[in-house]
Structures are given as C-alpha cells and as structure tokens.
C-alpha cells in the first residue's frame, strides 16, 4: 500500500486519542506512504510540541524505529534534527540503530 494513511494524519497532528483509536482498530503502525515515511516518521513534523508520548504508544505497537524514508531517514535522524534527547533515547532503547 501507499499513501499516507489516517494514522499518518493522526500522529502528524499530534492527535493521540486518535492514532490510539486507530491503532486499537487494526491500522498498520509500518505502513508507508509514497516517500516511505511511516506514522513513526509523521510523529516528528511538527517539531513545536514535543512527542515522546506519540512515540512511545507508536513503538509499544510495533512500530519499526529503524524505518527509512526514500530520503535515507529514520525516526532518530527526524529526532537528533530536532534536538529531541528523550525521543533519541526511547528510540534507542526500543532498538533503533545508531550507526
């Protein structure tokens, strides 16, 4: 499948009551969209507000924190770009590579 999804919009909202509705309904925590982001990635565009919160619920469903967009970036590049330390850090300790 491509095309962002509803999680997409869901997480790059910053709407967790909604990305958790639909991740209790069955949507793919890995699906992509046509540049190859995933909800995890959408979770990082609006940098206003911080989303460690928005990560965890997405990485304690399975999200891969080591999915790589059609720019070569992963969550923890978005993350480490925005001077997000605590995201970096739950990334890593849910298995995101730091090479």
Do not use: W
């Not at 997480?11 to 069955?26: I, K, P, S, T, Y």
């Not at 925590?29 to 919160?53: I, M, T």
């Not at 080591?66 to 298995?95: C, M, R, S, T, W």
């Amino acid at each position: 499948e491509t095309g962002s999804s509803a999680l997409h919009f869901a997480c790059a909202q910053g709407n967790l009551h909604m990305a958790r509705f639909l991740l209790e309904n069955d949507s793919d925590v890995n699906r992509r969209d046509h540049s190859g982001k995933s909800p995890l990635h959408f979770a990082f565009l609006n940098v206003k507000r911080q989303k460690l919160l928005d990560a965890f619920v997405l990485l304690s469903r399975g999200a891969d924190p080591n999915a790589i967009d059609d720019k070569g970036n992963a969550p923890l590049h978005y993350a480490i770009q925005n001077k997000q330390v605590a995201i970096a850090d739950l990334l890593i300790e849910f298995g995101a590579d730091v090479t």
